[in-house]
């Protein structure tokens, strides 16, 4: 309202007037003064927060609830991110347009859940887009400003640059993921050697046991041949003893009337002379002295027919079961050696079960023994063996005796009861068959004894058929080899075959019997590497002596070169090593009737 519009509402007396007009004057001007100084202040005021506000780092907005969200106050730095305010209060640029477009959505979504869960106080950062076309990093603190009602009318929010702060936790954020990937990379670095160094240990742990194993199998063999030696020594002098003690007490029983007292006092001290022929025989078997016949033996037949035996012998408490899985059975073996093997194992184990019975298994298959095997047990050498399993489900072998019961006289049964014998004897024979004896047992549990022993070739016949097959004669025959294993079965096999074989291990010694008497011989059989003089030097002294013997050379594969230069010497028969019988019988055969 002005000042003229009031003085004309005025009623207008004379004296009253002037008075009221001036005191309504000095009022006036009293109150506009005061108006205009209070305006003033506040000017000042409003100036000095401008001021402070634009000095501030943060810019204030203060937003209108509506779809365009009026900016109705504004005041702080916006000019930090190249905007004016007036271009934010004309609404020439809404706050919405400078958000980063990624993080609108997400924006939107935090106040409408702040708004749904009727929060009035939050903080939001996000990215701007400053006018130069920077993005930077702000903190938005928004609080709702509600009318009389308590209905939202208006929003408040305090702007921050957190650019720099942003950039240093992003620094950090690098920084700690790569220092975590770099704890975990040396983490799998040190659990890589960790277990490294436990596959070191277990290796060394490994070696260890290995040496000490080797070490125990060293002694024990040392210990069984030292016994072998002494016990072999005093039962071949008490073999002979015994020989004259049985031969005087028979002449004495002859002259004796029978029936009579001393008669039955002899008989009796013969039987007990017989008990311990009987020992020493066992104790000759310990200790490999005893006579053996080798042959081809199928192993299995000989299981056989000592399972037939146990059936009728042990208890039927004891359920017996035969596994027969070798392919090739055939060793090279006394049978009754073989025999007495498979009853001391299998008659040990029945003992173990007498009480409670249980189950015997005696199992049969091939095994390969490889060089690392034969490593770790020296008496074997790489081949194919027979496996003999005698497997007990009784009372198991205390660990504190388990070194002790392969000697002889150990036992743990009652006098009378055993000898102590049973296990000395198998693992004489065993030792001697070039094989080996070992064995697992749990005390409650049971015993399992393995015996490995050489296979030869592959025989799938009977021992008998493969005399079949083989053309024989009666001619005289020279056989010589270094192996005296190779001679003790060439010289078997052939006599069988009706030939007469006079059998050297010696090259030299095989020239001096045939020099002896040359015309005794029809044919010579001989090894081509050997000691002193080789198969090739004896045929050419053989031939020099009876330039029409006829020679049969055995030759490994890699002598095969030889082999021309004994054709030019006159030689025209060769075999490969492994002899196989039946292939000499048969090149025996045509090279004699070849002569004939
Ligand atoms: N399968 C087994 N289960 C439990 N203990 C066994 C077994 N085999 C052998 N033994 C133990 O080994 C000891 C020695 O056995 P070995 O066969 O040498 O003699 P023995 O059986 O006692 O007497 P013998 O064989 O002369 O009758 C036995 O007394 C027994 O203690
Ligand atoms: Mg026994």
Known sequence: MGDGDQARETPITNNVIPLQQSMFRELKD??????SKEYFEIRRKLRDFEAIANRSPAAVFLWRLGDDWP????????????????????GDISWGEVIHPDDVSRLERERKDCRERGIDKFTQEYRLKTRSGKICWVEDRTIAIRNGAGVTTHYQSIIFDITKRKQLEERLFRTTEQMERLVDERTAELARANEQLQLDIAMLRQAEEQRRHLEQMLQQSQKMEAI?????GIAHDFNNILGGIMG????????LQEGSAAYNNLKNSLKAQYRAVEMVNQILAFSRQTESDPVPVKVSAITKEVVKLLRMSIPSTIEITLELNAVSDMVIADPARIHQILMNLCTNAAHAMREHGGKLIISLSNVDIGLDTAMVCPELVPGQYVQLFVRDTGQGIDPL????????FFTTKKPGEGTGMGLAVVY????????TIDLESRPGEGTLFRVLIPAIEHHTTESSDVMDMMPGGQERILFVDDEEFLVRIGEQVLSRLGYMVVARTSSVEALEAFRAQPEN????????????????????????????????LCTGFSERIIEDKARKLGIQEFIIKPIIMSTLAKTIREILERRR
Request: net charge negative.
């Open 521 to 552: 011989f029809d044919l010579v059989i001989t090894d081509l590497n050997m000691p002193n003089m080789t198969g090739i030097d004896l045929s050419q002294e053989l031939m020099h002596i009876r330039p029409d013997i006829p020679i049969i």
């Open 428 to 435: 004489g024979i065993v030792k001697g068959l070039k094989g």
């Open 71 to 90: 900016v109705e106050f504004l005041c702080g730095n916006v000019t930090q991110f190249g905007y004016t305010r007036q271009e934010f209060l004309d």
């Open 248 to 255: 005087f007490t028979e002449l004495a029983l002859l002259d």
């Open 401 to 408: 005796i388990r070194d002790r019961i392969f000697d002889p």
């Open 30 to 35: 009293n109150e506009t003064g005061r108006i």
């Open 228 to 232: 072998g030696t002494l016990a072999g």
